[in-house]
T-cell receptor, first 113, second 112 residues
């Protein structure tokens, strides 16, 4: 059974800092990996999707990497801003044709002005 | 905007009553999902659908049923709601070209 872990559960940083969020998974046979952002009381917003054949994806100040062999992904946020404060969720797509996602419990990020 | 609408957005009901949540999509995606989100548990898959009248169970399907009679609508039914089903329910669709999931805004259900 695939398990996804995100450490730390919470992170507080000063504005302008570059930071890395971590995601680890137990089964390397994945279909894809997706990073989401969730603001309080809101739905999930897709940030980046990495296919199993890719090593990284970039969007603006965000860069996500994938290392299947070690069962790890990182989300790098450059020059953090208070508006980046949210919970960040990692989800792994399982293989086998059902295309289901298994979620981590998220990292709550606070960027202080 | 992935064209996903959930209704109702908020509902309070009593134990033992039936509840139906609706997910409507406008982009003709084949795969649709229902997740629940609870503190300490994260997001867990309840049921999903891979086409009209084609559905399957997720990891927390007990006490829930689903139906998909049209491509655009995926219904989640609690036949007899219990307090343990108090949660926020999210619908999602899967882009068939990229595999990317997009979520609705959620439906907050409180069972008293």
């Amino acid at each position: 059974k695939q398990e996804v872990t995100q450490i730390p559960a919470a992170l507080s940083v000063p504005e302008g800092e570059n930071l890395v969020l971590n995601c680890s998974f137990t089964d390397s046979a994945i279909y894809n990996l997706q990073w989401f952002r969730q603001d309080p009381g809101k739905g999930l917003t897709s940030l980046l999707l990495i296919q199993s054949s890719q090593r990284e994806q970039t969007s603006g100040r965000l860069n996500a990497s994938l290392d299947k062999s070690s069962g790890r992904s990182t989300l790098y946020i450059a020059a953090s801003q208070p508006g980046d404060s949210a919970t960040y969720l990692c989800a792994v797509g399982t293989q086998g044709g059902s295309e289901k996602l298994v979620f981590g419990k998220g990292t709550k990020l606070t960027v202080n002005p | 905007d992935a064209g996903i609408t959930q209704s109702p957005r908020h509902k309070v009901t009593e134990t033992g009553t039936p509840v139906t949540l609706r997910c409507h999509q406008t982009e003709n995606h084949r795969y649709m999902y229902w997740y629940r989100q609870d503190p300490g548990h994260g997001l867990r898959l309840i049921h999903y659908s891979y086409g009209v009248k084609d559905t399957d169970k997720g990891e927390v399907s007990d006490g829930y049923s689903v139906s998909r009679s049209k491509t655009e609508d995926f219904l989640l039914t609690l036949e007899s709601a219990t307090s343990s089903q108090t949660s926020v329910y999210f619908c999602a669709i899967r882009n068939k070209y990229t595999g990317e999931l997009f979520f609705g805004e959620g439906s907050r259900l409180t069972v008293l």
